[in-house]
Nanobody, 115 residues
Framework: QVHIVESGGGLAQPGGSLRLSCAVS????????WAWYRQAPGKQRELVAD???????NYADSVKGRFTISRDVPKKSVYLQMSNLKPEDTAGYYC?????????WGQGTQVTVSS
């Protein structure tokens, strides 16, 4: 069983930065592919970024060059560094382990980008 808690969301101005954190309890942290998803009101959930057990990363085109996903295995934590934020980044952000369909999810953290 995996328990996930996200933090770090909040209000940011366009062009600003936020760092999301995902704290994990449970075993097998290092073998999962970890991901950040987001969902804005009225829109489908979308994959923002993921990182595999071999540290390979993947990003949505809309965040490439602005967001960076990373993980700290000893701390059992996953991070999403978000820079040059845009209003369209406004959404609930969710940390996931093990895939969208059958994986584990946190409760989410809200990111709002507005001036």
């Amino acid at each position: 069983q995996v328990h996930i808690v996200e933090s770090g969301g909040g209000l940011a101005q366009p062009g600003g930065s936020l760092r999301l954190s995902c704290a994990v309890s449970g075993s097998l942290f290092s073998i999962y592919t970890w991901a950040w998803y987001r969902q804005a009101p009225g829109k489908q959930r979308e994959l923002v970024a993921d990182i595999t057990m071999s540290e390979s990363t993947n990003y949505a085109d809309s965040v490439k060059g602005r967001f960076t996903i990373s993980r700290d295995v000893p701390k059992k934590s996953v991070y999403l560094q978000m820079s040059n934020l845009k209003p369209e980044d406004t959404a609930g952000y969710y940390c996931n382990a093990g895939g969208e369909k059958y994986g584990f999810w946190g409760q989410g953290t809200q990111v709002t980008v507005s001036s």
